[in-house]
């Protein structure tokens, strides 16, 4: 009889796995909470699509370049026109030395912008292409809560049992992700950070050139408070949406191919590293999110310009800069309120500097969303159990479509 696998999820890392191990003899069983391949909460790789090849981001493992090169080409032959926007980086010596001399981090990355629309597509065709192998088996509308580890295999909430079990739930399969780290915690390696912040917006003319330049401008950055600030996800001519998690709501931001705003948004976030005893940060984040929340109403975030935010004034009107978010989804308040005083400093900080760098940025009238959260999974262990695998975002080794599609890429070729 042919080995079996389970696969827990269909996202990035699951497509990455199935894509390297689907030409052997395992019989793979994908289990897919989403009611079908249409379902909106299926899969990572649905909003934005920013393709990133880079050393520096992306994920805390090595992942070879010309890995990441062979994956972004894979996405890129599954849309229907094969048409993305594409750049680099910091590659431009006077931009990176501009932005080092003011203590700043650059980033280098060269990326391929897929966008929202075309997303779709992608994953349609990757499932058609997956589904019409016969050694692949798609269960749809199937959530796992757990699972047990028996005589060398691992027995599935479900009931069935596989010779191989491949965890890759992302984040949004937190809670099957807990059920396992509580019942066996030695998987656990590690589990201290957690970039919490917000999300910054403001006309596109002021970033005009670094948008022209690289599309995606990241930067770190040591501010005064100790603490690493960091840009995430720019999306010039982008919108602003929310984020539902199971109990509350974050700010997030992307861009489409077709439709465009007069608007860019990036993400500000601050990493914030907890010591022993504290293990937490997850629960940390979320209260937080919950304080915002309950401050801006029941799946609300709170919406504030740049100067209020700074000097910790509620925001009644504003000027200039109009919101891409929708009006139901804010409402105009004080940030202060929610979010503690040393992460305030550490963005007021990052601001202030980048405004030395690209004057404008912090204009009175530019727009602060809260709360923007980034929440690092436990590090898990994979050469714990030899039946029980995990792979993407939900292992804490990656948070991104590359890194988490070569992470399962990697881990098939392992188990091969
Ligand atoms: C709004 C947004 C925009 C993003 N934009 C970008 C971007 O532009 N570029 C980039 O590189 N990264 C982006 N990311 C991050 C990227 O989506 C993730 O890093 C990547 O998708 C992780 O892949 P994964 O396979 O680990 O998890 P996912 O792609 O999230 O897939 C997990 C799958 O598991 C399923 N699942 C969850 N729990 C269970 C369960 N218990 N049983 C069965 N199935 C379950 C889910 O339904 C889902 O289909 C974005 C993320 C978000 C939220």
Known sequence: ????????????????????????????????KSKDIYSSSISGIRADGKLFVSKEMGGDIEIDL????????????????????????????????????????????????IGTDQLKEVLYNIYESFKSYKNIHFHFNREITGVEITGGKVKLSNGKTFEKVVVGVGRSGHKLVNSIITKYP?????????????????????????????????????SKTGYVVRTFCNNPSGFVVTENYDDFTTVNGHAKMKEKSSNTNFAILVTLKFTQPFNDPIGYGSYIAKLSNLLAGNGKVILQTYSHF?????????????????????????????????????????????????????????????????????????????????????????????????HGYLVAEGIM
Do not use: W
């Open 310 to 406: 700074k000097n910790s004034k509620r925001t009644k009107n504003l000027y200039r800069v109009m919101p891409t978010l929708e009006p139901d989804r804010y409402i105009l308040g004080d940030i202060n309120l929610a979010f503690p005083r040393r992460i305030i400093e550490s963005i007021v900080d990052f601001i202030e500097t980048l405004d030395t760098v690209v004057p404008g940025v912090a204009n009175t009238d530019n727009l602060v969303y809260a709360p923007e959260i980034k929440f690092y999974s436990n590090y898990l262990n994979n050469d714990k159990f030899n039946s029980l695998y995990f792979i993407g975002d939900c292992s804490g080794a990656t948070r991104s479509i590359i890194y988490a599609t070569a």
């Open 66 to 113: 010309l890995l990441q090169k062979k994956l972004v080409d894979y996405y890129i032959n599954h849309t229907n026109r094969k048409n993305v926007e594409t750049g680099r980086s910091f590659t431009h010596d006077g931009y990176y030395k501009k932005f080092y001399e003011k203590g700043f981090q650059p980033v280098t990355s060269d990326f391929y912008h």
């Open 1 to 32: 009889m042919k080995k079996q696998i389970a696969v827990i999820g269909f996202g990035a890392a699951a497509i990455g796995f199935i894509e390297r191990i689907k030409n052997t003899d395992f019989e793979i069983h994908v289990f897919e």
């Open 186 to 222: 030695e998987l656990i390696l590690d589990n201290t950070k957690v970039d919490l912040g917000i999300r910054y917006e403001l006309p596109n003319h002021i970033v005009e050139e670094l948008n022209r330049e690289m599309y995606e401008f990241k930067i770190r950055y040591k």
